[in-house]
C-alpha cells in the first residue's frame, strides 16, 4: 500500500468526502430510477388516452367520468412527462409533479370510490404516486426553485466564468440525455401498445366492464 492510500486512510476528512460522494451516488441513481417510472408511465398513459384504448374508455365508464375526459389526461400527461423529464423550467416542473400525483392519487380514490378492492386498481396509481413525491424531494439543485436549491448550487451559481461554462457544457449534455430518454419512453409506449392493448382489453372484460 502506498503512503498516499495510507494517509487517505487515516484522513477523516477524505473518509467524509467519500461518504458524501456515495450518498449523492445513490441520491441521483434513486431520483433517476423513480424519474424514469413515472416519466414513462405518464408516456404511455398519454398514448394510451389520446388512442384511446378499451380499456381508457371502458375504465372511464366504470368510473363515472365522459369519455372526452381521455383526451384532457392524454395531453397533460405528455406535458407532464416533458416537464419533467428535461432541465430547466424549475416553476412548471413543480406544477407537473402536483398534477401528477393528483392523477394517481385520484385515480386511486376513484376507484376505491365506486368499490373495487382489487389491489392492481387502486394500488398501482398509489405507486406512481409514490413514485412522483420520490422523484420530486431526490430531484437535484438545477431542478429546484432557486428558493429550495441547496446551498452549494446556490454558492455555484455566484462563481466566476469557468463555472458558468462548465454549467452550459452540462446543460447541453442533460438536454441530449433528458431528449433521448423522453424519445425512448415514447418508443416503448407505441412499440408495446400492440401487445398491451389485447392484454388490458381482456382485463376488461374480466372485470366486467366489457361485454365478452
Known sequence: MTTTALQDASDPSSAVARSGWDRNRVRAVAYWVTTLVIVVELASGAVWNLVPIDWITAQLDHLGYPAYFAVIL??????????????????????????????????????????DSGPDLWGVPLVFGVCAIASWVLRPSDRRLPVTQLRRHRDDATAGSSTAARALRNGRRAWAVSSGLLVLAYAFSFLTLPVIEPVMHDRAVELGWIDP
Open 74 to 115: 392524454g395531453v397533460w400527461q405528455a406535458a407532464a412527462a416533458v416537464a419533467i423529464i428535461v432541465p430547466g423550467f424549475a416553476l412548471i416542473k413543480e406544477w407537473a409533479y402536483v398534477g401528477s400525483f393528483f392523477l394517481w392519487s385520484g385515480a386511486a380514490w376513484s376507484h376505491l370510490i365506486v368499490g
